[in-house]
């Protein structure tokens, strides 16, 4: 079983930029299609991005294309999304998730098999 601990939110002007990291330990983390959620309060967690167990297919939702970049890093069991021209509508608990299932990432958040606790992102106009 892999454990998920994300880091990197926190507060950021719109227009700024944040990097947030999933650290995972516990199980092979090349294995694993890794995935971003987010959920603001009062809605429901929505995809952000997923990648691929080897690094080279990756998804975005329409909402952040172009503005947000997934990668990981075998070597370091760690999985990134840079977050560039962030939004006040950004804001949201950010979550990773691994899926132990795929070859790659998927948008719908019961197709992953384990989530980190969340690190929270605010955007302010």
């Known amino acids: 079983q892999v454990q998920l601990v994300e880091s990197g939110g926190g507060l950021v002007q719109a227009g700024g930029s944040l990097r947030l990291s999933c650290a995972a330990s516990?199980?092979?983390?090349?294995?694993?299609?890794m995935g971003w959620f987010r959920q603001a309060p009062g809605k429901e967690r929505e995809f952000v991005a997923s990648?691929?167990?080897?690094?080279?297919?990756?998804e975005y939702a329409d909402s952040v294309k172009g503005r947000f970049t997934i990668s990981r890093d075998n070597a370091k069991n760690t999985v990134y999304v840079q977050m560039n021209s962030l939004k006040p509508e950004d804001t949201a608990v950010y979550y990773c998730?691994?899926?132990?299932?795929?070859?790659?990432?998927?948008?719908?958040?019961?197709?992953?098999?384990?989530w980190g606790q969340g690190t929270q992102v605010t955007v302010s106009s």
């Open positions: 998730a691994a899926d132990r299932q795929r070859n790659y990432g998927v948008n719908y958040a019961n197709a992953y098999d384990y």
């Open positions: 516990g199980g092979t983390f090349s294995s694993y299609v």
């Open positions: 990648i691929s167990r080897g690094g080279g297919i990756t």
